[in-house]
């Protein structure tokens, strides 16, 4: 029983680190190249896991050979724009100038109800306010709205907006993130006086703190009762 428990957390830390290596996409957004390669190595994975009699290096070595290939693979395709219509295939325009593109629905074997079962997933009930929907290489539709029918812009307006940047979190569940604070030019004095201005004295009472780019504080106490707060 302790033999199986090492096989399979051994085999745990290898497909962990395989897949680490080979990106960072969700499920969703895999390329069917790598949705093969990913199926490919958790079966590998499950045989040596699931009888002992199988040396570990047996399932290890093809995990390992199939990593290298796709990064490998990946590495062409980006040097090579031919290699990458071949591997991954090339957007599929759908919807063209609000007009439905039925021979391209014919060739990719895809319904209507399919393109409109997507639309409504992207919050485009209406046909009628789609100008462009692309189906992208790993299957998900890309709408682009006609300009009547877009949120609207601060541009449309003629505002001139500053620019903002991204909020970086400075505590988690008690914990300080020094690393975004160096990021934001801040330390940890700056944040406890920040926190403590506001009536919170030790930082282990914080569920939540986040800081903008321009200097805001916002923060949630683990109680949850009037957490919020920011920085003036």
């Not at 085999?11 to 895999?30: C, D, H, N, P, S």
């Not at 998900?140 to 877009?150: A, F, G, N, Y």
């Not at 009472?205 to 986040?210: E, G, K, T």
Request: aromatic share 4%; with cysteine.
């Amino acid at each position: 029983m302790l033999l199986v428990i090492i096989r399979t957390l051994i085999l745990y830390v290898a497909v962990l680190v395989v897949m680490r290596i080979m990106g960072k996409r969700e499920i969703g957004q895999l390329q069917p190249m790598e949705l093969v390669v990913a199926l490919m190595i958790a079966d590998l994975a499950a045989i040596p896991m699931q009888n002992t009699g199988i040396p570990l290096l047996s399932g290890l070595i093809p995990i390992i050979v199939l990593m290298a290939a796709q990064v490998t693979l990946a590495l062409v395709s980006m040097k090579s724009p031919k290699v990458r219509d071949i591997v991954d295939g090339r957007p599929s325009v759908v919807v063209k100038n609000g007009l439905i593109m039925e021979s391209e629905l014919r060739r990719l074997r895809y319904s209507i109800n399919d393109l409109l079962e997507q639309l409504r997933g992207k919050n485009f009930p209406n046909l009628a306010d789609v100008e462009f929907a692309i189906l992208e290489t790993n299957g998900q539709l890309s709408v682009i709205p006609k300009s009547q029918k877009r949120p609207l812009q601060p541009c449309d307006l003629h505002l001139d907006t500053g620019h903002e940047g991204m909020p970086l979190t400075i505590i988690t569940d008690g914990v300080v993130n020094g690393i975004n604070l160096r990021e934001m030019n801040l330390n940890e004095k700056w944040m406890r006086e920040e926190l403590h201005k506001r009536g919170v004295a030790d930082v282990k009472q914080v569920f939540f703190a986040n800081v903008d780019t321009s200097g805001k504080l916002f923060f949630q106490l683990k109680s949850g009762a009037n957490g919020g707060r920011e920085k003036s």
